[in-house]
């Protein structure tokens, strides 16, 4: 199976900051790469799909980038919302895998 | 309105077996495929099965391969999880997810999830 590690898996951050976060796999996985939001108690929702494309309702504060086993989540102006853990998974091949998380919070 | 709902989560015994059940309007649920992903309490996020939209291709973790059997009844819009030789490992809350599109595999919709506890 593929192996997928994010950094850093927490970061405090600010209103207003620019928040990375990054997402490696074991093996390329083309641009088959998903960006997920979580907050306490809610079930995960999907921000960016296809590495770079932005699901239909995300603000346009987030973006994806990346190709082959590289891959990051930028956040351009953390807002008060965006306080939450954030996932990556590769939908390359079964079986999906995640990455452990991001936990962004507030400094 | 997509919307899925699971049940059929509980407190079981190791050993034990239950099944969910994931309900699923708003959308045309034959031409959809399913996964069930879970997560146990504190931790991260596991991808567990997938099925396709008639049922012709499945697959599974490894960690539930042998255990678990995912399953759809497209005339009742439902999914199914059913999980035999349950251990305390399983124990989690259960999301079903929607492909975002008929050739899209992201995980585009999910469920509220249900929880179940393994435990004696």
């Known amino acids: 199976a593929i192996q997928m590690t994010q950094s850093p898996s927490s970061l405090s951050a600010s209103v207003g900051d620019r928040v990375t976060i990054t997402c490696r796999a074991s093996q390329g996985i083309r641009n088959d790469l998903g960006w997920y939001q979580q907050k306490p108690g809610k079930a995960p929702k999907l921000l960016i799909y296809?590495?770079?494309s932005l699901q239909s309702g995300v603000p346009s504060r987030f973006s994806g980038s990346g190709s082959g086993t590289d891959f990051t989540l930028t956040i351009s102006s953390l807002q008060p919302e965006d306080f939450a853990t954030y996932y990556c998974?590769?939908?390359?091949?079964?079986?999906?895998?995640f990455g452990p998380g991001t936990k962004v919070d507030i400094k | 309105e997509v919307q899925l709902v699971e049940s059929g989560g509980g407190l079981v015994q190791p050993g034990g077996s239950l099944r969910l059940s994931c309900a699923a309007s708003g959308f045309t649920f034959s031409s959809y495929s399913m996964n069930w992903v879970r997560q146990a309490p504190g931790k991260g996020l596991e991808w567990v099965s997938y099925i396709s939209s008639s049922s012709s291709t499945i697959y599974y973790a490894d960690s539930v391969k042998g255990r678990f059997t995912i399953s759809r009844d497209n005339a009742k819009n439902s999914l199914y999880l059913q999980m035999n030789s349950l251990r305390d490992e399983d124990t989690a809350v259960y999301y079903c997810?929607?492909?975002?599109?008929?050739?899209?595999?992201?995980?585009?919709?999910w469920g509220q999830g249900t929880l179940v506890t393994v435990s004696s």
């Open positions: 296809a590495a770079s």
């Open positions: 998974l590769q939908d390359y091949n079964y079986p999906f895998t």
């Open positions: 997810a929607r492909d975002l599109g008929m050739d899209s595999p992201h995980l585009g919709y």
